[in-house]
Nanobody
Framework: QVQLVESGGALVQVGGSLTLSCDVS????????VTWFRQAPGKEHDFVAG????????YVADSVKGRFIVSRDNAEKTMFLQMNSLNAEDTAVYYC????????????????????WGQGTQVTVSS
């Protein structure tokens, strides 16, 4: 089992910044990817950014590229999502998820490919 705990969600103004954290624990071998998804009200889970866990190689969705940065600590215990220039469309519940699937050539983008999920953290961007 893998446990994931998100934190850092908050109410922030348009144009502001926020950093989310995801604490990763449990049996992480092998975990190939740890990824951020988000879910806005009435919508599906959308891929935001993820890491190939062993190397910390990042993958970032086009919709947030240039604004969001995904990283992790060297101890492989915590993943971060630094979010800049936030806008109203970024409002969502942000989830951390881990996958034991191997997606050749890239990160796994589909939520169905992730076995382990955190409880989510709310990000609200207001004007």
């Amino acid at each position: 089992q893998v446990q994931l705990v998100e934190s850092g969600g908050a109410l922030v103004q348009v144009g502001g910044s926020l950093t989310l954290s995801c604490d990763v624990s449990g049996n992480t071998f092998p975990i190939y990817y740890v990824t951020w998804f988000r879910q806005a009200p009435g919508k599906e889970h959308d891929f935001v950014a993820g890491l190939r866990w062993s190397t910390a190689y990042p993958y970032v969705a086009d919709s947030v590229k240039g604004r969001f940065i995904v990283s992790r600590d060297n101890a492989e215990k915590t993943m971060f999502l630094q979010m800049n220039s936030l806008n109203a469309e970024d409002t969502a519940v942000y989830y951390c998820a881990a996958s034991r699937h191997w997606c050749s050539g890239s990160v796994c983008h589909g939520p169905e490919q992730y076995e382990y999920w955190g409880q989510g953290t709310q990000v609200t961007v207001s004007s």
